[in-house]
């Protein structure tokens, strides 16, 4: 149970990227996937095998059955197997039954009798003390080993001591192992095995050999629909289920015994077999059958019945669960408050996702397993509290709900001109960074131009009251205000990329209340700065690209426009190092210290940094980030946000 809670704890702190105590560069899903694995994985045919999914079956000679492709993991076991092994005192036996494996390794207790299931045991812990049990269910046409090879769960049951069943469902007359689980999936030809009673006898008959305290059923397709059937049974000891891609009962009211437990929903918003959005079985033969609830109405029932306020869902960090998507492409929500004692609903939206994602070097195993044990030690608190702050024009100040009594630095994070609040907290990836960091962050949305893009109006406040368009100055300035009322602000730091760096400057230029520092990553300023001449000094981070075209690097005086001339990065980091009297005024003459790699698209260290701080009032620091190549947008590394937080909260200033 050690490792259970080691898990636990890596996922809450880092939003699921550094679980089990990984460094966020190294694979943080399945570090070191099995051999067998990696082969998986790059073979798309074996992959299609993974996907349980029904197919259409118009008749039995016309169905192809993905079994028949496999006969070697459809074989009857060998009888080797079925004879129990003495293992060696000195570890704990894993029980692999009814396939061919290595007796010497892994023994051969029997599970289940003449319909033999897998069950793995963690080595070298007392097995009398409690502990919880697993039970994976494969979906439609797959099996025990190929959702063992998907899940990984496997490589885990030492390190996370849990103990994880594995059965396979019954053939039917094409040869394909399924579960009789709702009415809508997947009994196709209505053999109606009685799937819950065999998961429950060999729940019972794994508890002969550990003390199993608490049950979670996890499934994908047709084995995430069973797990919503046995969330409907009084199955002893489940406290928990996990579905991917699979979906609740039609008729609410079959569900039998709905106790209130802890459902995780994983779904893609592209699975074209199990629909996101519900509706019949798209491949089904059965034209009648029911449409299966979507992703959101079979999580939101069971947050009903555990008494959720289901107004209150919490929306965590992103993660990674699709390598097929780029980005931590997987939203979560989590609802908890107000819940039954110990319940956790929550789902897990996999936007761009389809019925099998590729789930290896992501997040994915560890991120359920640290679910689970989030259940299991009833330690699922709310991490990120998610306010709506402003009145005409609202934000979303995100803070960690476990904050204590410390003031928080509050980040202020501006998008770019057409440009959206959630597509820039993608890129600039600062609140998957949140509790790890522990700040509060605001990431408001722009007003629409007349040409229908989104924008910052970086106009003085005269300017702005002129032209009769958004003092955005003013509404940014009452949201930085109002976020006090929720926390206690230690200093407040404005990131901003093009026209949201435009927009840090100007924020800085107006004396923002409490502004320690800002970062533009480029956007520059007006060179209309006498406004701007009386304000405070704060600390600078200018990053940009030498090749930016839209915003060049030598900014522009040539435009006859007003509004369109800027200064270059050189002039002016030089204005606000003579505003914060640096003995170095001159960018060209600023300490250079060793460069670093922003960009994964040019190849080495490509960013040229400058340093300008001696001499600065009150250990102010003004710093370029030269991309050298680079353009208007970078393809950042995976730890850019951790430079940017970095700098923000520990370089920005000296005292």
């Known amino acids: 149970m050690r490792l259970l809670i080691i898990l636990l704890l890596a996922a809450v702190l880092s939003g699921f990227i550094a679980a089990c105590g990984e460094d966020d560069s190294t694979s943080p899903g399945q570090s070191e996937p099995s051999l067998a694995a990696q082969q998986t994985a790059e073979q798309p045919e074996r992959q299609a095998q993974q996907a349980a999914q029904p197919e259409p079956v118009q008749s039995e000679a016309e169905t192809v059955s993905e079994s028949e492709a496999q006969p070697e993991a459809q074989a009857a076991p060998d009888e080797s197997t079925e004879t129990e092994a003495q293992p060696d005192e000195q570890t704990q036996p894993r029980v692999r ?4 494996v290595d007796p010497d390794r892994w023994g051969s207790l029997m599970v289940g009798g003449q319909r033999p299931a897998m069950l793995f045991l963690p080595d070298g812990i007392e097995l009398s003390e409690p502990l919880p049990l697993v ?21 885990f049951v030492d390190e996370g001591e849990f103990g994880l069943l594995i059965p396979d469902g019954t053939a039917n007359a094409n040869g394909d192992q399924f579960w009789n689980a709702t009415p809508e999936c997947c009994d196709i030809f209505g053999g109606q095995p009685n799937d819950v009673g065999y998961i429950k006898s060999i729940i019972a008959e794994a508890g002969e050999h550990a003390n199993f305290d608490q049950v979670f ?14 969330a409907c049974e009084e199955v002893p000891g489940l406290t928990a289920i996990v579905s991917l891609a699979g979906g609740a009962f039609a ?14 929903q994983i779904h893609g918003t592209k699975d074209g077999d199990v629909l996101y959005e519900g509706g019949r079985l798209p491949a089904h033969p059965d034209p009648d059958r029911a449409a299966v609830p979507g992703a959101k109405e079979s999580i939101l029932r069971w947050a009903e019945r555990a008494g959720c306020n289901v107004d209150a869902a919490e929306a965590l960090p992103r993660i990674d669960t699709d390598t097929s998507v780029e980005g931590a492409e997987t939203l979560v929500h989590r609802f908890i408050q ?11 939206t996999i936007e761009g996702g389809g019925h099998i994602p590729l789930v290896w070097e992501t997040d994915f195993s560890l991120g359920i397993l640290g679910w689970l044990s989030s259940v299991y030690y009833g330690t699922a608190v709310p991490a990120v509290e998610e306010i709506t702050i402003g009145v005409e024009r609202t934000a979303q100040l995100m803070l960690p709900a476990e904050r204590g009594g410390a003031p928080l630095p509050l980040v202020v994070s501006l998008h770019g001109y057409g440009g959206q609040a959630d597509w820039h907290d993608e890129y600039f990836g600062l609140s998957s960074r949140l509790l790890e960091y522990g700040f509060a962050l605001i990431t408001p949305q722009g007003s629409v131009d007349a040409r229908g893009n989104t924008f910052w109006n970086t106009a003085h406040s005269e300017a702005a009251t002129k032209t009769d368009g958004p003092d955005d100055y003013l509404w940014i300035s009452g949201l930085v205000k109002e976020a006090r009322q929720f926390a206690e602000i230690s200093g407040v730091f404005v990131v901003g990329y093009s026209n949201g760096g435009f927009m840090s400057y100007r924020l800085a230029c107006g004396g923002l209340h409490g ?11 007006s060179s209309e700065l006498g406004h701007c001449a009386d304000a405070a000094p704060v600390s600078v981070l200018q990053i940009h690209g030498s090749a930016d075209w839209i915003i060049p690097y030598a900014g ?6 007003p509004d369109a001339r800027y200064p270059g990065v050189a002039e002016l980091m030089s204005s606000w190092a003579a505003r914060a009297n640096c003995s170095v005024q001159d960018i060209e003459d600023a300490e250079r210290l060793p460069a670093i790699d922003l960009d994964r ?3 080495g260290s490509e960013t040229a940094v400058q340093r300008i701080r001696e001499g600065c009032v009150d250990g102010i620091t003004i710093e370029v980030w030269t991309v050298d190549g680079g353009g208007h947008s970078p393809d950042f590394q995976d730890d850019w946000p951790d430079r940017l937080l970095n700098w923000l909260f520990n370089e920005s200033r000296t005292n």
């Open 217 to 230: 059923a996890v499934g994908h397709s047709n084995g995430g629909f069973m797990a919503y059937r046995l």
């Open 135 to 155: 039970i994976l269910l494969h979906g439609y046409g797959s099996n025990s080993l190929e959702a063992d090879l998907y899940f990984g769960f496997g490589e």
């Open 97 to 100: 039954v009814g396939r061919m």
């Open 515 to 525: 502004l320690t520092a800002i970062a533009s990553l480029g956007g520059l300023s």
């Open 251 to 264: 008729d609410e009211s079959e569900c039998r015994a709905p106790s209130p437990l802890s459902v995780l």
């Open 556 to 561: 522009t005086m040539s435009d006859p426009k």
């Open 601 to 603: 698209e040019i190849a």
């Open 338 to 348: 107000d819940c039954a004692e110990q319940v956790v609903i929550e789902l897990w």
